[in-house]
């Protein structure tokens, strides 16, 4: 059974006077059930109108995709994914993931975490065979898209009709009508049938909900594969349905780990109590520490460089679950320790209105690197010399921890045994949870985002569309 990852909450707690109270707890084990609740509500299909939107699929969404799996072994979910993966993998070099928010910030999150940083700079065989990846139509930047255009044309130019000149394109969109992703799509559709006209249906592979203008392309575009996100599975909720599993299959991701990290994180979360339940815990933390100290900054400090974009991811889970009703915590990714030396003093010693929460990712995947003795020693590091990198970072933990402590700046820790899917999927999972949880407990609906619809619509309405 591999290890889950924990949470230490204890230095945050010695700035609570009362440490969580038990009407807190009470308050959490009535979340809990509300949020379990949900999911026999939504399967009922009779979701009454107080509730809605009521998209508590997520919940079990893992443990019924592993399920499927084994009941249903060549014709599941899972392995029809790997199989599309496969195929994009082989026929194409360049792989363009276009989404926005919910739609492409997950993958994003396990990419950035789980591949090299300079992936796309890996000769295909360093890379196993899997593709260059680029993510677009989450903005309207006519100079970045036409760079990336400009890039996939030459390498179509020089490497015509093979893998490495050709570009598959992964298009997500829950809705099917975003405009950002729809007019990306336009745009780098034409370069895949211009370029690669032959296996045209092969290369464009659409995920989006059951109906929408996306759908209703794909029902005439003849394309081999087209992926649902089932109703019930909100856009910020969707990282383990083929919005994320698709694109991480492609890349050589191990889908089926994801889906037992996040099933194992559910698990926990149903039966562990509260004392121990990383996600009650969680949610208790945050909200204790916003109601009595003020704390409605919540900071993920994320070390090293890889799990900013799963910060950035979680920065988007929140604020468009809870900041509703002139209510929500605000939260804040950082980088550290690049970060300290930006952010560092203001979080040290600025307003006393942050919970600051690291996010560690256990012993890096290769053996760490060490500081090298040098026979210049002006910069006196030769009293460092065989120092691994790994010391000298977990020294700036420390460092930073102690510092804050010594303020009376509430930290707390989410430890990672290490960096990989099934602990991606663990974490995608508590954090989706906890948010639930948090908003049931705040009488918040976590699901939906009606405020984004404004600028929707009057930047429509500017279009005269
Ligand atoms: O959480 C959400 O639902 C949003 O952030 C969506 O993911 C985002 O707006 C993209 O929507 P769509 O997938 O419909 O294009």
Redesign the pocket.
């Known amino acids: 059974m591999p290890e889950l990852l924990s949470y230490h909450p204890e230095a945050a707690l010695r700035e609570l006077p009362g440490g969580l109270s038990e009407d807190l707890a009470c308050a959490l084990e009535t979340a809990r059930q509300e949020t379990l609740d949900d999911v026999e509500v939504w399967q009922s299909g009779q979701v009454p109108q107080d509730r809605q939107p009521l998209d508590a699929g997520f919940i079990q969404w893992p443990e019924e995709l592993l399920a499927d799996l084994q009941l249903n072994g060549n014709a599941s979910l899972v392995t029809r994914l790997n199989s599309c993966g496969q195929r994009l993998r082989e026929q194409a070099d360049s792989l363009v993931v276009l989404?926005?928010?919910?739609?492409y910030m997950g993958m994003r999150a396990m990419f950035e975490s789980l591949r090299s940083p300079f992936w796309n700079e890996l000769s295909r065989e360093e890379r196993t065979g899997c593709p260059r990846l680029y993510f677009e139509g989450w903005n309207v930047d006519s100079d970045n898209q036409r760079a990336l255009l400009q890039l996939l044309q030459n390498r179509a130019d020089q490497f015509r009709q093979t893998p490495a000149g050709r570009t598959a394109v992964i298009v997500?969109?829950?809705?099917?009508?975003?405009l950002e992703?729809a007019v990306a799509f336009r745009l780098f559709r034409d370069l895949v049938e211009s370029s690669s006209a032959a296996a045209v249906r092969e290369l464009i592979v659409p995920v989006t909900?059951l109906q929408g203008r996306l759908r209703s392309l794909a029902e005439v575009s003849g394309w081999t594969d087209a992926f649902t996100?089932p109703d019930g599975i909100?856009?910020?909720?969707?990282v383990l349905t083929p919005v994320g599993l698709l694109p991480a299959a492609a890349c050589g991701m191990d889908i089926t780990a994801l889906l037992q990290g996040a099933a194992a994180m559910t698990e926990h979360f149903r039966t562990a109590p509260f004392e121990s339940n990383v996600v009650l815990q969680y949610a208790a933390v945050g909200h204790a520490l916003e109601q009595e100290l003020g704390a409605s900054t919540r900071v993920l400090s994320t070390w090293g460089s890889r799990l900013e974009a799963v910060g950035l991811w979680y920065d988007?889970l929140l604020s468009?679950s809870l900041g509703k009703h002139e209510l929500g915590a605000t939260p804040l990714t950082v980088v550290n320790t690049r970060d300290l030396h930006s952010r560092g003093q203001q979080h040290q010693e600025g307003r006393r209105d942050k919970l600051i929460t690291n996010l560690l990712p256990g012993a890096p995947r290769f053996e760490s690197l060490r500081v090298p003795q040098h026979e210049h020693d002006q910069d006196q590091l030769n009293r460092l010399a065989g120092t691994s990198l790994q010391t000298i970072l977990q020294a700036a933990i420390d460092g930073t921890n102690q510092a804050y402590a010594d303020d009376h700046r509430p930290t707390a820790d989410i430890r990672l045994p290490r960096l990989d899917e099934h602990v991606l999927g663990q974490l995608f999972q508590m954090l989706m949870l906890a948010t639930v949880v948090e908003g049931r407990l705040v009488g918040t609906n976590p699901y939906g985002?009606p405020g984004?619809e404004a600028y929707k619509k009057n930047m429509q309405a500017n279009l005269g569309m």
């Not at 989404?99 to 739609?103: D, E, H, N, Q």
């Not at 909100?234 to 969707?238: A, L």
């Open positions: 989404g926005i928010g919910g739609s997500i969109s829950k809705s099917g009508g975003t992703t909900g996100i909100g856009g910020r909720f969707s988007q468009e985002q984004v």
